[in-house]
DNA sequence: TGACTGGGTTCTGTTTTGGTACTCACTGCG
DNA sequence: CGCAGTGAGTACCAAAACAGAACCCAGTCA
């Protein structure tokens, strides 16, 4: 057996583990998640996450090593920088809010439930997976994997 | 307590947080993804995914408290168990495909892309959100939040 | 000049991981 | 009956990740 125990060019490491590796963790995705509410600045982001400061250094940098965040300098003369999510970074708000949603649906506290609508009309939004081809939505026991080399 | 085995150490922890805790973490949702694809036993898990044992157990019971999962007996003399997804667990499985699928398209090391398709036709599944009333995908931006309290 | 602010880094514990080795209950075999 | 084999874990231990307090540094403002 493979025993891989190293963190490089995984020889089979999976896409889907280097992806948990970027973003699985508590901090990455609540900083994503407080991105995309605009948040930029360092600070900002620590204050908005409670998150440690040496913590929220090391999350922003694997995040701007993974190429979901870039950090962009805002102002010259005190250089400032902030960061922002890249497209790549945007591109992770499917996967956010359908795991926001599971959680509100599945671990509510009944306390304050969420319910994440399409706000032009207020309808609660849906997830399933949609097919441009059969114009229709379909559920995971439809989905089949293929491989492009 | 006869319910989830909450520590009851949250202060204000958003949902968010709370369903991290519970499958954000490597091994959590690669288990998951081994249950979708039919596995069950403690021995498959083990050897499909290359886990060590106690963690496997760990993780299998995190996530049978979190009730993403269930314990059964299948079977009385030599008592054994398998571990299956519960509704809530499949109910997961959009969360599971956007995260494979943005590791697919931000993180592919070009060597073995696995696309994920609308099995009856082939066509590459899209998973913008969907509005069932105005009958249209949409994308991030236009998603807002409601509370019912 | 000295205080202040944004944006970190260093240096400590503590918690969580992951692994090897062991146990335990049961079965089938000779 | 005793013994190897298997499925499902525990016990314990090292290493990594995490979290926090304190410190640093560059530049600006008064």
């Given at each position: 057996?493979s025993t891989t125990g190293d963190d490089g060019v995984g020889p089979d490491v999976t896409t889907?583990e280097r992806t948990l590796k970027l973003?699985?963790?508590?901090?990455?995705?609540?900083?994503?998640?407080?991105?995309?509410?605009?948040?930029?600045?360092?600070?900002?982001?620590?204050?908005?996450?409670?998150?440690?400061?040496?913590?929220?250094?090391?999350?922003?940098?694997r995040?701007?090593d993974g190429?979901?965040?870039?950090?962009?300098?805002?102002?010259?003369?005190?250089?400032?920088?902030?960061?922002?999510?890249?497209?790549?970074?945007?591109?992770?708000?499917?996967?956010?809010?359908?795991?926001?949603?599971?959680?509100?649906?599945?671990?509510?506290?009944?306390?304050?439930?969420?319910?994440?609508?399409?706000?032009?009309?207020?309808?609660?939004?849906?997830?399933?997976?949609?097919?441009?081809?059969?114009?229709?939505?379909?559920?995971?026991?439809?989905?089949?994997?293929?491989?492009?080399?």
């Amino acid at each position: 057996m493979s025993t891989t125990g190293d963190d490089g060019v995984g020889p089979d490491v999976t896409t889907l583990e280097r992806t948990l590796k970027l973003v699985g963790d508590r901090w990455s995705i609540l900083i994503i998640r407080a991105a995309l509410r605009g948040i930029r600045r360092f600070d900002d982001f620590a204050d908005d996450l409670g998150i440690a400061r040496p913590i929220l250094t090391k999350r922003l940098q694997r995040l701007v090593d993974g190429g979901v965040m870039a950090k962009e300098p805002y102002q010259q003369h005190p250089l400032r920088h902030e960061y922002r999510l890249t497209p790549a970074g945007v591109a992770l708000s499917p996967a956010l809010v359908a795991l926001i949603r599971w959680g509100e649906h599945h671990l509510a506290d009944g306390d304050s439930e969420i319910v994440l609508v399409h706000a032009p009309c207020g309808t609660e939004l849906e997830q399933g997976f949609w097919c441009r081809h059969c114009a229709t939505t379909f559920g995971p026991g439809a989905i089949r994997a293929r491989t492009d080399s």
